[in-house]
């Protein structure tokens, strides 16, 4: 068997996929061809397929680096369930569990093992490795080793030493979020060798995007959640208090919800954790304390109460919806009372440096909610990245697209206005001038004899305010200074004052609509679909696991369309391998096939004593050749 279809065989048996995701393949041929790599793959993009299949599929060790316990234990429970033989070593096993694991290291009975830094620093771990045949290391959530990364890790520093202690295993770094400091941080700091990058794209094409005005806020999530009853999702707020506040509220309201922030107490805050993971409670309010190492993939709606306070934060956050693949809906209610909140916060910092990078990002983020372009769009280009399409079909602006007005005349008087005050002041003031306000500065400056004083008079303050923004996000006006921003003229202003271009304006919304998603592809069988998701519940709470290592929604939804009949037709559904097919297969099948009959637990296999789980694998060459 070559290389190649071994590759493949490799994935279906063990992982259930027949294709992979876009750099998947690239990625794994290297890693498997021994070369070192960089990594940068936006959350759900598969990044950890790329050393868990290579691991598979060579001789030795692979030692997977995670900040985070949590982290460590999801994967290798996933890992397990697939019928791998996986582990990991950190402070939660006891001795004897340690020993365990240290004896079957060096009897080659482990295949991947998740450690933390300062577990892998320890002499006693080095040596272990030292005697048990590492190949490649997985620096995983690598953006932690950079002083510029947003989870900077002092014990991340340290890892630059593996390449002296081990020089012939390979290395792949990988990280979702990572500025191009941060990558060249990463690359020199871990001493990466004739490496290879692979940077994918940041699109997460099934999230979409809304932002809605944050008035009556409390009763528009009440209205979002009714329509979305029996679904996970995170709400996301800036403090303790609100936290607290609103999971109370919600409780009282009859929904399930739990909260989760640094002030609880650590059982508290694991046993919220636990029971949002294994889908006993489907709404977790958090505050940014909740997120890193959270694997769960059935998150369907990623609500920000309040602004989160940069683009890289909210992406970030968002990106914790959605990784099965299905639809996630990412909602934003936004005020200009957040924005002030959270500066006046910014400007407690003691350097002045923190103060500018931190306001920057701030005006980045109200930038994206006020923009009337495609959030998609300016949430890409953020990050670097173009995105062409005219109309992504899955954000507010694209779905409802707001009316546009010749713009030009009203562009060329803002214009007109910022170069007649020297472009020496910030928005609020220049329209203060535009529409004629006589407030004491604008007398006292003598603002109110300028030529442009009061030549904006047809339009409302927040109706200039709107228009400024848009020629801002539209390029057509620039914004210079951090603490106090001011407004400046660009080539494109000069054009525009020239007569040598034109623009349309939105015409400001008088109520905001809310925006109607595309209808996601219908699965046969609604029923059956809650009737599996049931089961999945019964056996994921019986063997202790959350219900997605059992069966992704995915795999779900697909039996309840495809409505397989025999284990080979189980196998053609995406998820399910050799192991799970073998493990789970008869007891869903019978579920499938009695469809018009009421489920009795009391008589299911897994209610048997007798019944026998198979123990993970080693998969074995010859095995894989079969």
Sequence with gaps: ???????????????????????????????????????????????????????????????????????????????????????????????????????????????????APERLMMSSTLELFKNSNVNLFAIDEAHCISEWGHDFRPEYRRLDMLKAKFPNAAMIALTATATPKVQEDIISHLKLVDYKSYIASFDRRNLVYQVRPKKDTYNQLIKYLIKHVGECGIIYCQSRSTVDRLSSRLKLDGFDALPYHA???????????????????????????????????????VIHYDLPKNLESYYQETGRGGRDGLECECL????????????????????????????????????????????????????????????????DACLEPKEKFEGTEAAIKLLNCVDDLNQRFGMNYVIDVLIGSKTKKIIGNKHNLLKSYGSGHEFSKAHWQSIAREMISLD??????????????????????????????????????????????????????????????????????????VFADTSLRQMATKLPKTRDDLLQITGVGEHKSNKYGDIFLKEIAGNSEKHDDSSSPIFNNTTKISSPVIPKKNKLKG
């Design 1 to 115: 068997m070559n290389s190649g279809v071994r590759m493949y065989k490799t994935l279906q048996k063990y992982f259930g996929y027949t294709e992979f995701r876009p750099l998947q393949k690239e990625i794994i041929d290297d890693v498997i061809a021994g070369k070192d790599t960089f990594v940068l793959m936006p959350t759900g993009g598969g990044k950890s397929l790329c050393y868990q299949l290579p691991a598979l599929l060579t001789d030795g060790l692979t030692v997977v680096v995670s900040p985070l316990i949590s982290l460590m234990k999801d994967q290798v429970d996933s890992l397990k369930a697939n019928g791998i033989a996986a582990a990991y070593l950190n402070s939660t096993l006891g001795y004897r569990e340690i020993h365990e694991i240290n004896n079957d290291l060096l009897n080659n009975r482990i295949k991947i093992l998740y450690v």
């Design 476 to 549: 057509l006006l620039m914004v210079e200074g951090e603490r106090y921003p001011l407004l400046k003229l660009n080539q494109k202003s000069r054009d525009l004052l020239t007569g040598s271009e034109t623009v349309r304006l939105t015409k400001p919304a008088v109520d905001v609509q809310i925006a109607r998603k595309q209808a996601t592809t219908p699965f046969t069988d609604h029923d059956m679909l809650e009737r599996l998701k049931k089961l999945r519940k019964t056996i994921a709470d019986k063997e202790n696991v959350p219900p997605y290592i």
């Design 332 to 395: 934003l209610f936004f005020s200009r009372g957040d924005r002030y909140k959270i500066e006046y916060f910014i400007n407690q910092k003691q350097s002045k440096e923190e103060r500018d990078v931190a306001l920057y990002q701030l005006r980045e983020m109200v930038n994206y909610c006020d923009s009337n372009m495609c959030r998609r769009k300016v949430l890409l280009n953020y990050f670097g990245e173009e995105y062409d399409e005219q109309n992504c079909g899955k954000c």
């Design 263 to 301: 002030g609880l107490s650590d059982s508290k805050r694991r046993k919220n954790q636990e029971d949002f993971i294994k889908d006993n409670a489907e709404i977790i309010v958090a505050t940014i304390a909740f997120g890193m190492g959270i694997d769960k993939p059935n998150v369907r709606f």
